[in-house]
């Protein structure tokens, strides 16, 4: 598990469990006394884990004095909570009514097929996981993806793997698209 | 800033959609460009928020001149930078051109898209600075802010917001001043003015693009709005998926800390306000109000009961008060210009304007604002260039998930609240998602019912779990596994819903479905009932849309990938187990598979019509599928009254399952319409000639020269012994037009006229001819007038070229062959000299006015004065008909309301039981190919007649026995293009006109095939 | 850091001070001067001309004319050449200009309402 949380890590460093939680102690004081603060701790350790380990949750919960069950609670009810590591790269599909209509559902067979895997899971290297998204406000450029912050409109299901090219960096993936 | 104000300003857009175009590269691009000719002091570059038309991102504009730029790219840069900036020349190339024609629209004003709009909300969106609070200050901005802490009481600012009439843009449309009123009326010492920016509707982004784009207007609608209420601490609540507009906000706020505008005592008024952003977490209920404020808490975002309303007990139990985005933005310009220059704009119930977020099937997706009341066909006709590739309007939907679709026979109605309301829609946030032919109504209302359901927060039963189970049924529907009682049932369901669901969002859930059932019924049925869907969409419940759009329903990946693989022959009888005419209509079909290809998703449709009559042109013997011989059948008496593609199919269906027929003919020719009304230069007679021959050869008996109500009758063909009759006579009668002076020498019905000159070659034309018409049959006659030797040819016809309903190609190679095409022209008389002779057709200008049931404009007379074209014969070819009453002669066969024999789709089975009717006699005028499938309905109808059981056995569905790789890319190759002979020689000459293909190009396109029907037939067995 | 505001009036000084900024982007003014600047013209020195214009009428806080460029006008040897066009149509084309003479037209003509026949083409 804590190697998992290692290679999520973008950072060259490789920060350790311990240090992670210091940095959310300092979010967590940022808030405490704040109505409301649990969602915004939330959303920063997310950040800071990739995200949501039952430790950094359990942490959460101990330091804002909230019962664990409603803290998982609320991080169950958000879809932008994830209790699972993801891949290096986050791909999300627009289902959004445009999309939809534009042809968002064959982009999303096109992305299950090419990474070989089905929404919420993620690709065996760990490079990629896949994700539905409602809307991403581009809906000028449906259909839309969106691969971490980085939005690709206007996709073409047969374009799907040049995008993920993109995004592949090794080898592993150009094999698999070859 | 210098002393000296720069010269010119270039506005590069970086909202959202035009940064994922690559605005920001072409904004450094443009910098440096400047930078290295030393313009860089006379330019200034200015990353603005949204323009609004995404879909030619990225744009630019340049000031003074007002140009606008569109899909500007970084390799564009120096070229619009040497001749633009420095020499003052257009770059005519990125800017827009009128449509159809090459003039350019280089000024902003120039073009539709802006011209119509009205801007109070996205009034800086794109034209100032976003993250520049100076810029927002210049045109304005905190103005209003500080009249209203320095001139008003709360109590006039409340009264000032009502006058307005503005309602919330949000969804509901509550009206704000009264929603304001009762939070000012709380006595409570702590209240909240919150902002909605979670915009969950799938479709709207209107929001985003004003916090992205001038993210003031929100903050000091918010801070009038909390003096207003007496609040001192507010939150904006955004999505996170919105992360660029969450750091332009940030951005804004703390500037506007800076500024003293926010905090405490704002603008030395003794006024406290501050604001804070909360961000969203992926859960669409949290647009609700009451889920909203829960989340912001900290909690679950699950609705609540109202009352109590949150404007007395809201966010921690405080009077609170939300409003969207776009709401607040209207706060501003409705204190500093008032509630009468406010309530100006827009309808007697709905004032000012709203921003539409155009998506979906039109041509300029984007974000538009115009005045509330426009026409929806204006909305997206005129503003939003209607719809893209030739595709037809079907419907659009308004208000997301919780509105309704407005089909083609309302494009005239206005969009305001009440109106929408009417129609089972709503305004909601102002997502206009707009759908063409190839949607299909239920699979949208799958859609929404797939999102509200998982969206539901689960709270209450009605919502989680009546959404479920109407989401059953419309799976069921799809699947082709739809029941008799569904669409009562989800009716019942969505009724329920809407009276017992805890919140708004629940409440509307099934209001896509319920409006859907309401305006497309009929497309239920029929995935009911005949589990067809006519969009091509619920792939359950065919193998390919290309043979699913066939009305003949002929495998075409079939017949195509033989050909590919060069087995001609097989491919012909794979045709021909559905379609016998398959040289016929490799000449003259409309070929509405073309249409529904998936290839055009990639480079463009398969040339489907073309790889056919190349397939034809190897026929050496005629190629024939299965026969069933039947000594019973055979006895059996079957007439068939007429020889068009109908009686043909039909003639051939039946022989293979035994009959032995006979086709009772009119005219000494078979073929119908074919022989008749066709050209030879479409269809070349031997080709016609050919097929007759292979469906007599089948054992089918041709009598020529016997006309229904002349030489026989129903009657007397049931005397001899028929047991059944098929008929099908067509719609022969050409129909008048119905002005002074028709009547006479020199003008003639586009049909007798035609077959004047296909059957006994005696047509005869003057010099000028003028045809009236724009269908199909007003083309044959021009083009057959010129190659009779008219010198001029000109076809008049009262709406434009694009509400034409002949075939496109058509119509070009009738301009190509120099006939003039006169449109939005109707004739008022034909004039006639003394002797009687025609000389000329006085006719009226005519103007697009509202649009009519099947969503095209209405031609209206114009206020030109009347003009003459000089014609000496005059050929109408406005319609045909079908003289019913003739060709009956008492036999008691119910009529529908047009005149045209009424029977059963799916068998052609009149209310005689033992007569069928089929093709155009049926419908009304018709296209070959829809006769064929008729003809092949009414010979399994006439053999279950007689039989008592249905053997049709060739509706089985086969598999191709060629071979397919699934896995390989596509490679791109466009699509092959057909050669024509010279204009000149053709118009001299009845010739065909389409040249055939090479063998190796047309294997070349039957490859392009993607084989979308490759994995379906394992169901079958 | 800004200073805050602390009044409407500080407000409405700081908007005055912001418009002149913008003023480029309210579009084609009444008046127009329109600067020449093809090759030709720009190898005879229709930069800075344009530069001048700029500079002067900032200066002179010119705010209804708006400044263009636009190609050749096809008298290479009246270059650098520049056209004031007036609501109703009337244009005056100025020839042979340079920094002295825009800061005259400027004055004269733009502010004064007067041509400055001198300078004017063919007048």
């Known amino acids: 598990m804590n190697e998992d949380v290692k290679r999520c890590e973008c950072c060259a460093e490789e920060p350790t469990e311990e240090e992670l939680l210091e940095r959310l102690d300092a979010v967590i004081e940022d808030y405490r006394g704040k109505p409301g603060a649990l969602i915004p701790v939330l959303q920063l350790a997310q950040g800071i884990f990739g ?120 080898p592993a993936l150009a094999e698999r698209s070859a | 800033m210098t002393m000296t104000a720069s010269r010119t300003h270039f506005l590069v857009c970086t909202g959202g959609g035009c940064i994922a175009s690559g605005s920001l590269e072409v904004s450094q691009a443009v910098r440096a460009e400047l930078e290295k000719r030393d313009l860089a002091g006379e330019v200034d570059v200015v990353e603005t928020g949204c323009l609004g038309p995404c879909v030619r991102g990225p744009v630019a504009l340049v000031y003074p001149d007002g140009v606008f730029y569109q899909n500007v790219h970084v390799e564009d840069v120096p070229e619009i930078v040497e001749e633009h900036l420095l020499k003052g020349r257009v770059v005519e190339r990125l800017v827009s051109h009128a449509p159809g024609t090459d003039k350019t629209q280089a000024e902003m004003t120039d073009i539709p898209f802006f011209n119509r709009q009205v801007k109070i909300v996205l009034r800086n969106c794109g034209i100032i600075d976003p993250l520049d609070i100076g810029e927002y200050i210049a045109r304005d901005g905190y103005q209003a802010l500080a009249k209203v802490v320095t001139e ?132 669409f209920v949290c647009g609700e109000e009451t889920a909203l404020m829960t989340s912001i808490e900290g909690h679950r975002g699950e609705p609540r009961p109202r009352p109590p309303f949150p404007a007395v007990s809201g966010l921690w139990g405080k009077p609170s008060v939300l409003n969207n985005v776009e709401t607040f933005a209207n706060i501003a310009p409705i204190i500093l210009k008032g509630a009468e220059w406010y309530a100006s704009t827009g309808t007697e119930k709905s004032k000012g304007t709203k921003v539409f977020a155009l998506g979906g099937n039109v041509q300029h997706t984007g974000l538009v604002e115009v005045p509330i009341g426009m026409q929806l066909g204006e909305l997206i006709y005129d503003v939003g260039g209607g719809i893209p590739n030739g595709k037809t309007y079907k419907a659009a939907q308004l208000g997301g998930p919780s509105g309704g679709c407005i089909p083609r026979e309302h494009l005239n109605v206005p969009v305001d609240y009440a109106t929408l309301q009417e129609l089972g829609a709503i305004m909601g946030s102002g997502g206009v998602i707009v759908m063409d032919e190839d949607t ?150 409309f070929h509405p598979c073309e249409r529904k290809c998936m290839r055009a998703t990639l480079d463009g449709p398969l040339a489907i019509r073309q790889v056919k009559r190349f397939m034809v042109e190897q026929e050496t013997t005629p190629q024939l599928p299965e026969i069933r011989e039947n000594a019973e059948n055979a006895r059996r008496k079957v007439a068939i009254v007429g020889s068009g593609p109908a009686g043909l199919s039909a003639a051939y269906f039946l022989a293979r399952l035994g009959y032995k027929p006979v086709v009772f003919e009119a005219e000494p020719k078979a073929g119908g319409m074919l022989v008749q009304a066709i050209p030879a230069y479409r269809l070349p007679r031997k080709e016609l000639a050919r097929e007759v021959a292979m469906i007599e050869g089948m054992g089918v008996h041709f009598e020529y020269g016997k006309a229904l109500g002349r030489d026989f009758t129903l009657q007397s063909l049931r005397d001899e012994g028929y047991e059944a009759v098929f ?153 045909q008909k079908l003289d019913a009453a003739a060709v009956l002669d008492g036999t008691p066969i119910e009529l529908d309301r047009r005149g045209y024999l009424a029977a059963d789709r799916k068998t052609g089975r009149t209310s005689v039981d033992w007569v069928f009717t089929g093709g155009d006699a049926m419908t009304g005028p018709s296209s070959v190919v829809e006769a064929i499938g008729a003809g092949e309905r009414a010979a399994a109808g006439i053999d279950e007649l007689l039989t008592g059981a249905n053997h049709a056995f060739w509706r089985r569905d086969i598999e191709p026995p060629t071979a397919f790789d699934p896995d390989a890319d596509p490679v791109p190759v466009e699509r092959h293009t057909i050669e024509e002979l010279p204009v000149a020689q053709r118009v001299k000459s009845f010739d065909e006109v389409e040249l055939g293909w090479a063998a190796e190009v047309a294997l070349a396109e039957a490859k392009r095939c993607l084989r979308c029907d490759y994995g379906k037939y394992h169901a079958e067995g | 850091m800004a200073a805050k505001i602390t009044s409407p009036d500080q407000l409405k000084a700081l908007a005055e001070a912001a418009k002149a900024g913008l003023n480029v982007r309210q579009g084609r003014k009444e008046t127009q001067v329109t600067v020449h600047m093809g090759t030709c013209g720009i190898a005879a020195g229709a930069r800075g001309v344009l530069a001048s214009f700029m500079a002067e009428m900032g200066e002179a806080g010119v705010s209804d004319v708006s400044l263009h460029q636009t190609g050749c006008a096809g008298l290479c040897e009246e270059e650098p050449m520049a056209t004031v066009t007036h609501a109703d149509g009337t244009m005056y084309r100025y020839g042979l200009l340079d920094e002295a003479k825009v800061r005259e037209i400027v004055q004269k003509h733009l502010l004064g309402g007067e041509p400055v026949t001198a300078y004017l083409i063919e007048a």
């Open chain 1, 51 to 170: 995200y949501l380990p039952e430790v950094a949750l359990k942490h959460i919960a101990r330091r804002l004095g909230k019962p664990y069950s409603e803290v998982a609670g609320v991080v169950g009810f958000y879809s932008f909570f994830t209790t699972v590591p993801r891949g290096e790269h986050l791909v999300r599909v627009c289902l959004g009514t445009a999309c939809y209509v534009r042809g968002g559902v064959q982009v999303l067979d096109a992305l299950k097929k090419e990474l070989d895997i089905d929404i919420g899971g993620t690709t065996d290297d760990r490079r990629f996981s896949l994700a539905i998204g409602r809307c991403f406000g581009a809906c000028g450029l449906a259909p839309v993806i969106m691969v971490d912050e980085d939005v690709h409109h206007r996709v073409k299901p047969k374009r799907v793997n040049e995008i993920l090219a993109q995004y592949a960096g090794e």
């Open chain 2, 152 to 283: 008003m009481t709360p109590e006039q600012v409340v009264e000032e917001v009502l006058a307005s009439g503005l309602r919330g843009r949000g969804g509901a449309g509550f009206p704000t001043g009264m929603k304001w009123r009762f939070a000012q009326q709380q006595g409570s010492d702590v209240k909240y003015m919150l902002c909605n920016a979670d915009e969950g509707d799938p479709g709207a982004f209107m929001d985003r693009s004003v916090l992205e784009g001038d993210p003031h207007s929100l903050i000091e609608g918010m801070i009038i709005g909390a003096y207003a209420i007496g609040a001192h601490q507010g939150y904006v609540y955004v999505r996170a998926e919105y992360p660029l507009a969450v750091e332009r906000l940030e951005h804004a706020l703390n500037q506007a800390r800076e500024y003293g505008l926010l905090g405490k005592d704002i603008l030395g008024s003794g006024f406290d306000f501050d604001l804070e952003i909360r961000m969203g977490s992926g859960a």
């Open chain 2, 440 to 589: 299909c109504m239920v699979d949208i209302a799958r859609f929404f019912l797939e999102f509200t359901q998982e969206e539901s927060c689960g709270k209450c039963t009605p919502c989680r779990v009546g959404t479920k189970r109407m989401l059953e049924i419309v799976e069921r529907i799809c699947n082709g596994e739809g029941e008799e009682g569904d669409i009562e049932r989800l009716i019942a369901l969505g009724e329920t819903i809407s009276q017992t669901a805890l919140c708004g969002l629940g409440q509307t859930a099934p209001n896509p479905v319920l409006s859907t059932i309401r305006h497309f019924r009929h497309e239920y049925e029929a995935h009911i009932k005949d589990k067809y869907c006519e969009a091509g969409v619920c792939s359950s419940l065919f193998k390919a849309r290309c043979s699913n759009a066939c009305p003949a329903n002929v495998n075409i990946p079939g017949f195509v990938s033989l050909v590919a693989e060069g087995r001609y022959d097989e491919a012909l009888r794979f045709h021909r187990e559905r379609n016998p005419l398959a040289s016929i209509c490799a000449r003259v079909c």
């Open chain 2, 727 to 879: 008929v099908a006579v067509g719609a022969p009668r050409g129909m008048g037009i119905g002005v002074p002076g028709e009547d006479g020498p020199g003008v003639y019905d586009g049909l007798s006229f035609l077959k004047d000159y296909n059957l006994h070659g005696t047509a005869r034309v003057g010099t000028n001819v003028a045809v009236i018409g724009g269908g199909n049959a007003a083309i044959d006659a021009a083009r057959t007038a010129i190659r009779l030797g008219a010198e001029s040819v000109k076809i008049l016809y009262r709406r434009t070229r694009a509400e034409m309903p002949a075939w496109s190609e058509e119509i070009d190679a009738a301009d190509l062959e120099g006939i003039e095409i006169m449109t939005l022209v109707a004739p008022e008389e034909i004039l006639r000299d003394a002797e009687g002779n025609v000389t000329g057709v006085r006719c009226t200008r005519m103007a697009l006015g509202d649009y009519d049931r099947s969503g095209r404009r209405q031609p209206v007379a114009g206020h030109d004065p009347a003009f003459v074209v000089e014609a000496d014969t005059v050929i109408a070819a406005i319609g």
